[in-house]
């Protein structure tokens, strides 16, 4: 269940009870103040609306209502009622929700039978009624109690990194860093000297427009309207070139390694770097390092070096710039390597550890970014396989336990890769891979995601707390399906299922977490055909057409989640299934043509995919068979290869008076268009800038993929023109690895 930030809060499980007071029930065993209480909560369609918690003791005395209100819809998510109680005794508690539309909620709970009605009023809260009649019911709710066992630890706020020295023409990202308190936070950032609003939000990007001193600060505000402020950050801008490229990439080394990587960020939807352009995650699973140490590379099982180089620069010759790999929990847990003991060791020439490191820094140095996935507790040579869960009872590897004994154990687990990883600017962590409840274990689909939210958050905790402040992706199931009527998608299990409630549930200081869902075409997630008549019209069973595949998306909830919810969504796993190539030629051209409609539906909606896999065995093999290494593409890798590089997302600017072929915004467009900057009437084009640095000279632009996720400003007369010094300008655009691109 649900943590706030390192504050003492435990949750209890809550308890239904027919009687004088119902609602539901929850005990808190110590003398302190009650901050929280969350509910998983779903309105009924048509009755959504505000709702406010009442806070009631076992005499039916209302003791609080909530400071806050929640907004409930009909999809079930978690809700944090939050109260500012004086100090209480321990005992029971009693929590009722009412909604804006009715003074009457429904109450179910799965451990009680039938329902459970009970009255309250949406402004009041008065002593509920013993009995109340039938009524059509408006809110399903279950329940976890959160008490706090004395008052928060005291608010505390710094920006990392707390000093900065720029070139005019470059940016910084600041980051909060916030402990204590009782989130959520609201963020307020200021110049120093004239107190002057700079922005709101988490992270601020400060431009360098021109050389001076320079100096800002935070004011962080909690959920209880404590303030407090961090050090002032002073930041300097000068006109010099930095005296080496070190200094330039001062936030980019490990082990005095240059890494062209550079550390991203969530802002919203959007994954950044730490200029504020935006990224677009595109890539392979590699799956190292699940089952052999040190992987598999050019086909051997030892490493080395000149093998894994030549496999990340064919993946880089794709357009890939991610690279998701499976972990093993023992592998790294035991540093399995030559001489271990291991059944693995005679198939490994260093390390996992060494070679995780290893392949980080080869990755950054191309520009690749990692996500470190765990997805087994133990490796095929000890008997592994695909756990649900990684941890007791959910476990279906061999003596998985004797690796992870208890959730606890998965928190040190992800704490020790943290501490010996949180350096390297590319790296990702995913926690687990497919997470699930064990089949056979008798719990529902909603009480295997609480169990695994509280395990995630543990380990968020645990991993922050080590300073690690890059990216973490949720990741639920295998993915999500639907159903496709001749009136359109209907049933299924959807992101709407679970996706609002997780993003309710977790916190995250740095706010940088990510969502991940697979999706299989044979699997459902393109939309299924059910019905005889479908099946008939379509030659298939799986939606293949453009607007088919589009319209199910939409009902399972991509684009509302990043749309709406806001969130950065990554598909984890994509991808064309070749098992149909010979049996079934025509299912096998529907697939081809699914997957290629499927990318270019997440192309348009700005959603990042990871294919699976990067191997030449299996039928969702990107590499041909039997061939040498590097081995040419299959006709699904060659589908995602041209996805890859033939397009790019570029946000166009202008400034001064005149207008872009393209228009403004964010644009996803084709490597090779022309792109024209028009000056208004009387007016003239001055330049193209990039990222604000100095670009080029002539009105038209041929777009190139390495354009990819920066800004494109057009400058017109009317605009002040930055410094033009050309060692200004190289040592700039050598540092964003685009020297060559500048006419």
């Not at 019209?537 to 919810?565: H, T």
């Not at 400058?715 to 002040?720: C, D, I, N, Q, V």
Request: hydrophobic share 35%; proline share 6%; net charge negative.
């Amino acid at each position: 269940m649900p943590t706030f930030g390192n504050t003492n809060i435990e949750p209890t499980e809550g308890s239904w009870e027919l009687g004088l007071y119902q609602g539901c029930k929850f005990t808190k065993p110590e003398t302190g103040k009650i901050t929280h209480v969350l509910a998983y909560v779903a309105a009924r369609a048509g009755t959504e609306g505000p709702s406010r918690g009442g806070l009631h003791d076992t005499n039916g005395n209302k003791i609080a209502e909530s400071i806050n209100e929640e907004q409930l819809t009909s999809t079930f998510a978690w809700h944090d009622y939050r109260f500012n109680t004086d100090e209480l005794p321990a005992g029971d508690y009693w929590l009722v929700v009412g909604v804006a539309s009715t003074v009457y909620i429904r109450i179910r709970y799965s451990s009680v039978a039938g329902a459970i009605y009970a009255g309250g009023s949406f402004s009041t809260y008065p002593t509920l009624p013993s009995t109340i009649s039938a009524l059509p019911y408006t809110l399903r709710m279950s329940i976890y109690g959160v008490y706090e066992t004395g008052a928060p630890s005291a608010l505390s706020v710094a920006v990392n990194p707390s000093s900065a020295s720029l070139q005019v023409g470059q940016q910084r990202m600041f980051t909060a860093v916030v402990t204590g308190g009782t989130p959520p936070y609201t963020y307020q950032w200021l110049d120093s000297i004239s107190s002057a609003p700079l922005g709101t939000g988490s992270t601020y990007v400060f431009n360098a427009t021109a050389e001076g001193s320079y100096s800002i600060y935070l004011v962080v505000t909690d959920s209880l309207s404590v303030q407090s402020s961090s050090p002032v950050v002073p930041i300097t801008v000068t006109t010099t070139p930095p005296p080496s490229d070190e200094t330039m990439f001062d936030n980019c080394h490990v082990g005095g390694e240059l890494m062209s990587a550079r550390p991203l960020h969530v802002e919203g939807r959007y994954i950044k770097d730490e200029y504020g352009n935006i990224i677009k995650l595109r890539g392979v699973n590699k799956v190292e390092f699940a089952d052999d140490p040190d992987g598999i590379w050019m086909g051997s099982t030892t490493w080395r070096d000149e093998n894994v180089a030549a496999e990340l620069d064919a993946m880089k010759s794709w357009g890939v710039n991610i690279v998701r790999c499976h972990l093993s929990v023992d592998l790294w847990k035991y540093d399995i390597g030559p001489g271990s003991g291991n059944p693995a060791s005679p198939y490994c020439a260093i390390s996992a550890r060494e070679a995780i490191k290893r392949f980080l820094t080869m990755a950054a140095e191309r520009g690749i970014y990692v996500i470190l996935d765990s997805y087994s507790v133990r490796s095929y040579w000890t008997g592994g396989q695909q756990d649900p869960l990684p941890f007791p009872p959910h476990q279906t590897s061999e003596n998985a336990s004797e690796v992870i004994a208890s959730v606890d154990d998965f928190v040190d687990f992800w704490r020790s890769v943290a501490v010996e990883l949180k350096n390297y600017p590319n790296v990702m962590f995913s926690l687990w891979n497919e997470a699930s409840e064990k089949s056979g274990s008798g719990l529902t689909a909603e009480e295997g995601l609480a169990v695994w939210l509280d395990a995630f958050q543990r380990s968020v905790n645990a991993i922050r707390e080590t300073g690690f402040n890059g990216i973490i992706l949720f990741e639920w199931r295998t993915g999500v399906y639907c159903n496709i009527y001749t009136d359109g998608p209907k049933w299924g299990y959807t992101l709407r299922d679970w996706l609002g409630g997780a993003i309710t549930y977790l916190k995250d200081p740095t706010g940088n977490l990510a969502f991940d869902v697979h999706f299989y075409r044979s699997g459902g997630g393109t939309g299924l055909y059910v019905t005889a008549d479908m099946q008939e019209k379509w030659g298939s069973r799986y939606a293949w057409n453009y607007d088919q595949i589009k319209m199910a998306m939409e009902y399972m909830g991509y684009r509302w989640a990043v749309e709406e919810l806001n969130v950065p969504l990554i598909i984890g796993e994509i991808g064309g299934n070749l098992g149909w190539e010979t049996s079934n030629p025509t299912e096998h051209q529907h697939e081809m043509i699914g997957f290629a409609n499927t990318l270019k539906i997440l192309n348009e909606w700005g959603i990042h995919y990871i294919a699976f896999w990067w191997r030449n065995i299996g039928v969702y093999r990107l590499l041909e068979y039997g061939v040498p290494w590097v081995p040419p593409p299959t006709e699904s890798g060659q589908i995602l290869k041209i996805s890859e590089t033939t397009q790019v997302s570029v946000t166009f600017a202008t400034t001064g008076n005149g207008t872009i072929s393209t228009g403004t915004g964010l644009q996803l467009i084709d490597i090779g268009t022309t792109i024209t900057a028009t000056p208004n009437t009387g007016e003239t084009f001055v330049q193209w800038l990039l990222d604000g640095v100095f670009h080029s000279s002539s009105n038209s632009l041929t777009v190139t993929a390495d354009l990819d996720g920066h800004t494109l400003t057009a400058e017109f007369s009317g605009a002040t023109p930055p410094p033009t010094n050309p060692l200004v300008i190289f040592a700039i655009l050598a540092a964003l690895g685009l020297a060559a691109a500048a006419t």
